[in-house]
């Protein structure tokens, strides 16, 4: 098996997991955004690593023959970052609504906030 | 023309009316316009499923472009019968949403608030109508994302951290769905649906398949509330506003149900998902442990719409129970009680959304002898509350009636036995809100509260009767179960 070769995966899998990880383990709600922002690149650059070739360029035709590097991924990932930034942008937005209703983006403090009513 | 484009319609009619809402600027306008569209959208399904049911499975390629290629929508026996219950809700929430919107949304927010029902709508019924597994992300993150703003325009300031939550437990379920659907593409070099069915079938073996497997099943388990990852479900049903609770309790878990159908059944194939990954293992135990204790949880709550939204979970997990048994019966079950359990629920929420209009609050102790004031109401409330429970003459009797057939099919005695005991637990807590609100006198202190005007009981009537029409004409909702569930397991034509 070639490990090396298949770094990339390496670092998708390193990238999804920190990500991951900081989504669970953080309790301020824009840290928790920016582990979620984490979680999904790394599944932008899984797809872009899938559409890969070895020596490949970029699909435009000629009449040389050559490899060409697969362009869905790259396009269907374009339409996955577009989704992505919606995402953030609609969970930083609620970020600010938290922080105006409670003072506060702690997961903690929202939780006292919302025990002491 | 237009019938040739009608899968097209059904989607992009919704998707392209929304920004007008936005443009038209005023909470009324923009309500008459969305009102028109979910009708439009609810006629479409009805003719797609005529069209389905004469003709067979309706395919329409998007731009012209030949289906593994190009997007292919895809309308068989099953996605028209999904179509139409969602659109059949979506038409009788809009027409409610204009009164309760006024009361519980902001002036200058409720043309947004169209906008954003629309584009739900589109995103939940382009989820069930496309073929192309890379479509269905987008779409549901479509639906997903207005959503979440939706449930963030509650007047409870806990309305927001309800749509965070839920939209960090929702991002991640469609992530691991688009990790998934990257595998098997890699796998397979193909998106559409049907050709993934076919390039899959000599694959059973791969390591990469079965991970794409396991991260689409634990995906879209989150995005229906499968139990255990049914966290972001109570909060979010609980604080949204009234229409939202109804529409989002009535079809968005239904149409994760529904893609959970199709990629075990359609793509994967039952071989694969229930003979080499044995997924049936997980859910069953899932659903028993659900059905228990989410309905055990449901009794001890004093709010009556977290106590719905547990009751969903609950009956959610009925539909997987069904998908778990892997036969014809067990299908069936599972697709009438999608198709049932939405008119429940709609109704339910309907209802209390009613009693929110006239005294602000759903909690137990302020509803009490609400009946006397509001008897229309509670009148639509008991007889979906008799349908939930599952009493003999209502939708809810013939989904649990053919759930424990197919239990017994299989022999599984305790599993019948459970869903008694369960169906008993359901009176237990509904039985709460009918005794507060018929049996307990209205406390001096509180104003006097008339009926419900017209524009509130009247949708939530609609869905009450149909509860009661379906449990007694029951040849529709069977027959068209029935073939779907038979095709779906590939026995059918």
Known sequence: MNWVGLYNYWIVIFLMMTGFYIVVSQGNLVKKLVGLNLFQTSVFIQYISMGKMPGGTAPIESSAPAVYSNPLPHVLILTAIV??????????????????????????????????? | MIAANLPALQVVLPLLSAPLCVLLGRGRAAWLLATVVSWL???????????????????????????????????DGTAAFVLLIVAGIAATVFPYSLLSVEKEVDPER???????????????????????????????????????????????RRALTAAYQYLILGTIGATFILIGVGLLYMLTGTLNM????????GLHQSRT????????????????ALFPMHLWLPNAYTYAPS????????????????????????????????????VDWILIPLALVATFSMSLVAIFQNNVKRMLAYSSVAQVAYMTLGIGIVTVTGLTAALLHLFNHALIKGALFLALGAVFYR????????????AREMPWTMAAFVLAALSLIGVPMT????????????????????????????????????????????????PADREAVSEAPWGLLLPTWVLALANLYLGIDTDLSVGVAGEAAQRLMGLGP
């Open chain 1, 83 to 117: 989704v992505g930034v919606a995402t953030t942008a609609l969970g930083l937005a609620l970020a600010v609504r938290i922080k105006q209703a409670y003072g506060t983006v702690e997961e903690d403090r929202i939780r006292e906030e919302d025990r002491n009513v």
């Open chain 2, 41 to 75: 959208a609810l006629a479409i399904a009805a003719a797609l499923l005529r069209q389905v049911l004469a003709q067979g499975a309706v395919h329409y390629a998007f731009g012209d472009w030949a289906a593994p290629w190009g997007i292919e929508y895809v309308v």
């Open chain 2, 359 to 370: 005294i602000g609050s759903v909690q137990l102790d302020r509803m009490q002898g609400i």
């Open chain 2, 395 to 442: 939708v809810g009797f013939v989904s649990k009636w053919y759930l424990i057939l197919a239990a017994l099919e299989k022999g599984w005695w305790l599993v019948v036995v459970l869903i008694l005991i369960t169906s008993l637990m359901a009176v237990v807590y509904l039985w709460r809100v009918i005794e507060a609100a018929y049996f307990r006198p209205r």
């Open chain 2, 243 to 278: 229409a939202v609770s109804a529409l989002l309790s009535a079809t968005a878990t239904k149409v994760a149900v529904y893609v959970l159908l199709r990629f075990l059944f359609t793509i994967f194939g039952t071989w694969f998902s229930f003979s080499d990954m044995n």
């Open chain 2, 110 to 156: 409720q043309a947004l608030f169209y906008a954003a029902m629309l584009l739900c709508l589109a995103g939940l019924l382009g989820i069930v109508i496309t073929g192309d597994a890379f479509n269905l992300f987008v779409l549901l993150e479509i639906s997903a994302l207005s959503t979440y703003t939706l449930v963030s325009l509650g007047q409870d």
């Open chain 2, 209 to 224: 398949l079965q991970t794409a497997f396991a991260f689409l099943v634990v995906g879209i388990g989150l995005k229906l």
């Open chain 2, 194 to 201: 049907a050709d993934l069915a076919e390039r899959i079938e």
